[in-house]
């Protein structure tokens, strides 16, 4: 119940294109899902978050959906760069105040996303 | 702003030797600090969480421990490594009570030889 599914394992795109990550979650406890980008040999960096009061949120090239209903959300980035090239992982988190769940994340299993030139 | 340091960034170890990665973080207090592991440059799965001083919470059994020693330090150790601890370890920390996002290290390459 605490996993978290991502998919593709991998994509590749050519430099302009759209890039589309999806997860899927079953614990409908989780109420806050962070995207997280890593390049080689680096920690991972948070890069956007949504709460599932909201289907969407944009913040430049990169836009979450969410469809709280069928408990799915995906990461958009629009005009692939070469420099978007990196490991993308979704998680959730049982955010809300009186849960203990620590701020603990459940992370997907990572897109590896390569953007051709 | 805050910061989180983590080192050494790689590590050589023979089998058998004692391992000890600390991870530090500044510009906050009263952190929620955690240890993770990354296997094969994929999935990240957490080892150790801590809300304070002195309490750690292990997700799963290994032969690894965690201590936290002050409110902003959280340090890995094991006293034996094995050939399967090699690996990629990510400290992260993250805000009690606060922005529930974990923020994370740059990573300690583990190779166990």
């Known amino acids: 119940q605490q996993q978290v599914k991502q998919s593709p394992q991998s994509l590749i795109v050519q430099k302009g294109g759209i890039s589309i990550i999806n997860c899927a979650y079953e614990?409908?406890?989780?109420?806050?899902f962070p995207w997280y980008q890593q390049f080689p040999g680096k920690g991972p960096a948070l890069l956007i978050a949504?709460?599932?009061?909201?289907s969407e949120k944009k913040e430049g090239r990169f836009t979450i959906s969410f469809n709280k209903s069928a408990k799915q959300f995906s990461l958009h980035i629009m005009d692939s760069q070469p420099g978007d090239s990196a490991t993308y992982f979704c998680a959730a988190i049982v955010a809300r105040a009186g849960g203990t769940s620590y701020g603990k994340l459940t992370f997907g299993q990572g897109t590896i996303l390569t953007v051709h030139p | 702003s805050q910061t989180i340091h983590q080192w050494p960034a790689t590590l050589v170890q023979p089998v058998g030797s004692p391992l000890s990665l600390e991870c530090t973080v500044e510009?906050?207090?009263?952190?929620?600090l955690y240890w993770y592991r990354q296997a094969a440059g994929r999935g990240l799965q957490l080892l150790f969480y801590?809300?304070?001083?002195?309490?750690i919470s292990s997700e799963v059994p290994q032969n690894l421990s965690a201590s936290r020693p002050q409110d902003r330090q959280f340090i890995l150790s094991s006293k034996k490594l094995l050939l399967s601890d090699s690996g990629f370890y990510l400290c992260?920390?993250?805000?009690?009570?606060?922005?529930?996002?974990?923020?994370f290290g740059q990573g300690t390459r583990l190779t166990v030889v």
């Open positions: 949504i709460r599932p009061d909201v």
């Open positions: 992260a920390w993250s805000v009690r009570g606060g922005v529930p996002e974990a923020f």
């Open positions: 510009g906050t207090s009263n952190p929620n």
């Open positions: 801590s809300v304070g001083i002195g309490q």
């Open positions: 614990n409908t406890a989780f109420d806050y």
